[in-house]
């Protein structure tokens, strides 16, 4: 119930603006070529579901790749940076510096270098859920506390003792905040890839209705975008409730 209760006011708001939506659209007689209205979306949607469908796989396919790698090279770094100063030192404000370089001056280059297939998707998406998961897993590994790790260092325990037990379960909620960020942008660097370059995909299909001026149908990919950004986010919340079930209690409260 209590579930319920806390999706019950976005939802309704949700209802609300699509209601809005299409009564202004249809009232004020708005053409679809300026915005469709959600009905004329929805429509398009189930007219062209397998071609959708073909295209947001392909997408979902490329930011998991990039996902799953990213991440796997983002915790191995994070590990690295924690045990060697030097390597921290020189090695970590330069990848504090590649977060600030646009997603869009980097795709073109990608695409340039890899051409229009899976590979430049994957290795964007992989930059980007490299980067935002290993920010917040070295801040997490940091986070234990300094007083048992040193009863571990007067046990005499190896550091994969003291990353196994310590370091790792207190940077859990920093890696899944890494996570949920990744998850979005993984899918967001894929699309953009597709846009710059590609011959299918949902970036691909945005940028192919756009310029046939089919409006309904680019309103309908775009829809397709968000629900898969917003399911892709959704897992990795459940990836972290059942991770971390002692933070189910306090969430509740």
Not at 222 to 246: H, K, N
Request: charged fraction near 10%; charge should be positive.
């Amino acid at each position: 119930m209590r579930r319920l209760a806390r999706a019950l006011p976005p939802g309704l708001l949700l209802v609300a603006v699509l209601a809005g939506w299409e009564l202004y659209v249809t009232g004020a007689g708005v053409s679809s070529l300026v915005v469709p209205s959600p009905s004329r979306i929805a429509a398009a949607i189930a007219a062209n579901h397998a071609d959708l469908a073909h295209h947001a796989l392909v997408t979902i396919m490329e930011a998991f790749l990039g996902f799953a790698l990213g991440n796997l090279v983002a915790i191995g770094c994070a590990v690295a940076f924690t045990y060697s100063g030097l390597l921290r030192a020189g090695a970590y404000p330069l990848v504090l510096a590649l977060q600030a370089v646009p997603l869009v001056a980097i795709a073109p280059i990608l695409v340039l270098w890899l051409g229009p297939g899976v590979p430049s998707k994957v290795l964007l998406a992989a930059f980007l859920a490299y980067t935002v998961t290993l920010v917040n897993l070295v801040r997490g590994l940091a986070s234990a506390e300094a007083a048992t790790l040193e009863l571990l260092h007067t046990l005499n325990a190896s550091r994969r003792q003291e990353l196994v037990h310590v370091r790792f379960p207190a940077a859990l909620p920093y890696l899944f905040t890494g996570l949920k960020l990744g998850a979005s942008a993984a899918i967001v660097a894929a699309i953009a890839a597709e846009y710059i370059g590609a011959l299918q995909g949902l970036g691909y299909l945005i940028h192919d209705t756009r310029a046939r001026l089919d409006n309904e149908y680019l309103w309908a990919a775009v829809v397709v975008a968000a629900v898969i950004g917003l399911a892709s986010f959704g897992l990795v919340v459940l990836a972290e409730r059942w991770a971390m079930p002692w933070r189910r209690g306090l969430e509740e409260t």
